[in-house]
């Protein structure tokens, strides 16, 4: 069932762990039949469906819990040092996350783990497409706030022996409750109880991409969690919805995403790795200083803002006409060229920064267009199609105000899509209307239907390409992935 851990034994693990950790199969990927392995306490995994610890951590798909304890800990934070001995070994890879963890902040406590709860599996790479492991994870910890720096259990995701999971896809940022990793805003404190579990504090949830190397078709994957100095106090690692990418992605990004129809999305720190994704709404992302993944593939009519150094390196999936780039800089056509070979986008001020953003995929015989108030530049692609304009009409008459509004609506964007609308001014339509019928009183006396017909009606009046726009091709000839 939903948003519970259920136990399981170590039989029934070690012959279904995939069907929790990839209910759907992995693709490109083969289990090497025998090689799930769990060393540990049963009481230290358990699974679920899915989880929702409440205020948006939630997660979404099926998993297991790992931990240095119990398992199926309380829902609520109870105390402030849950957590059984097993009186078990530790684990000698987790010994080296300890050391790395403790590397200057050392104060004499011991670096060798103990009470490890290890899951281990071999893949077969059965199809080359197969380029990224990738795979969601989240870290809980009771050692959390007394203890940090001292008894810093650790987590750790292993392919071929070599740890990836990593905060900030920094090497000295492992899964640890260290004073770097609490500075460094990588825990949400849970000693209040605000989310619904045990632990005292927890991560988000991360996304963990693993470049596969072309020259192995052979992956040890190892999930691993312990205790370290002693052995109670529990930190937990649940991992979830292990899959590949076609995309060769790599890195360590926190992941964010909307929580309701209409949010402006930010990453959790200036300079933290962000792997947004979107869903319906219209949604607003503004991504870090490091290089940032735009998933869109969920849908929804998404804006990217930034300024050209939060944008340098990022990358775009599925930008599509319901999509668009809010560059916070005053930008001409003349400092931005667009190549083939998925849409590679370079904007240069000639003041020597010159900062690129990829949309990923297939961009052949599409243009750009670029429109700029002075403060703000923004990029869409050129041309809209119907169908994308027709999603925006579906959502909007899908709002559901009352039956009345909402057949003068699909009226009034019929005759706008008709007359050229394209799908970013159907969403400014949009996010007009949410906001007007989330008021219970229409301030002024406004009602709410011609509002939404002179809002129409504008944009029937005005020219699909604003004045001052231009259009810029995208050159070459290859094709992206
Ligand atoms: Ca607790
Ligand atoms: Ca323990
Ligand atoms: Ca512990
Ligand atoms: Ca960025």
Same mark, same amino acid.
């Given at each position: 069932m939903a948003n519970e851990l259920h136990a399981t034994s170590i039989v029934v693990l070690e012959n279904n762990a995939l069907n929790y950790l990839a209910p759907n199969g992995i693709s490109g990927m083969q289990l090497v039949n025998g090689s799930l392995n769990f060393t540990g306490s049963s009481e230290a995994v358990s699974v679920f469906d899915s989880l929702d610890f409440g !205020?948006? %951590?939630?997660?979404d798909n099926p998993g297991i819990l790992l931990t240095s304890?119990? =398992? +199926? %800990?309380?829902?609520?934070?109870?105390?402030s040092n849950y957590g059984p001995s097993h009186s078990l070994p530790g684990d000698t890879d987790l010994d080296e996350v300890v050391q790395t963890a403790f590397? !200057?902040? *050392?104060?004499? #406590? !011991? +670096?060798t783990t103990n009470d490890a709860a290890v899951l281990e599996f071999t893949l077969n790479r059965t *199809?080359?497409? =197969?380029?990224t492991l990738a795979v969601d994870i989240m870290f809980g910890s009771e050692e959390y706030p007394n203890y940090i720096d001292s008894f810093v259990d650790a987590g750790g995701v292993f392919i071929n022996g070599v740890n990836y999971a990593f905060f900030k896809a920094?090497? +000295?940022?492992?899964?640890?409750?260290t004073s770097k990793n609490v500075e460094s805003g990588s825990f949400i404190d849970n000693t209040n109880d605000t989310? !619904?579990?045990?632990? *005292?504090a927890i991560s988000r949830t991360l996304t963990l991409f693993i470049p596969l190397a072309d020259d192995q078709d052979t992956f040890d994957i190892k999930l691993a969690i312990a205790d370290s100095g002693d052995h109670i106090l529990d930190s937990g690692l649940f991992v979830s919805d292990i899959r590949t990418t076609t995309n060769a992605i790599d890195g360590f990004y926190t992941s964010v995403k909307p929580l309701g129809t209409s949010d402006d999305v930010v990453s959790v720190g200036d300079d933290t790795a962000t792997y947004f994704t979107s869903s319906a709404g219209l949604h607003s992302y503004t991504g870090s200083t490091q290089a940032d993944v735009f998933d869109f593939t969920g849908g929804g009519f998404n804006t990217i803002k930034g300024t050209l150094e939060q944008i340098n390196g990022d990358q775009v999936f599925? #930008?599509? *006409?319901s999509s668009q780039l809010a560059v916070q800089d005053n930008l001409t056509a003349d400092m931005i060229t667009a190549e083939q070979g998925s849409a590679i986008i370079t904007i240069d001020k000639?003041?020597?920064n010159a900062s690129t953003i990829t949309f990923k995929g297939d961009y052949q015989n599409q243009s750009l267009l670029l429109s700029n108030n002075g403060q703000e530049s923004v990029i869409t692609l050129y041309q809209a199609s119907g169908a994308d304009i027709g999603q925006g009409m579906e959502l909007l008459v899908g709002a559901n105000f009352n039956p009345l509004v909402d057949k003068v609506i699909e009226t009034r964007l019929q005759t706008a899509l008709d007359a050229g609308a394209s799908s970013m001014q159907i969403a400014t339509v949009l996010a007009y209307y949410e906001e007007i019928s989330q008021n219970e009183m229409f301030e002024g006396g406004l009602n709410p239907i011609f509002a939404i017909r002179d809002a129409v009606q504008t944009l029937i009046d005005n020219p699909v390409m604003p004045e001052g726009s231009a259009i810029i091709d995208i050159v070459g000839t290859s094709v992206g992935e």
């Open positions: !205020s948006g %951590l939630t997660i304890g119990d =398992a +199926t %800990l309380p829902r609520y934070n109870g105390v590397d !200057s902040v *050392n104060g004499g #406590f !011991s +670096t *199809n080359d497409t =197969a380029k920094d090497p +000295t940022l492992p899964l640890s409750v989310h !619904s579990i045990e632990y *005292n599925n #930008f599509t *006409n000639g003041d020597g």
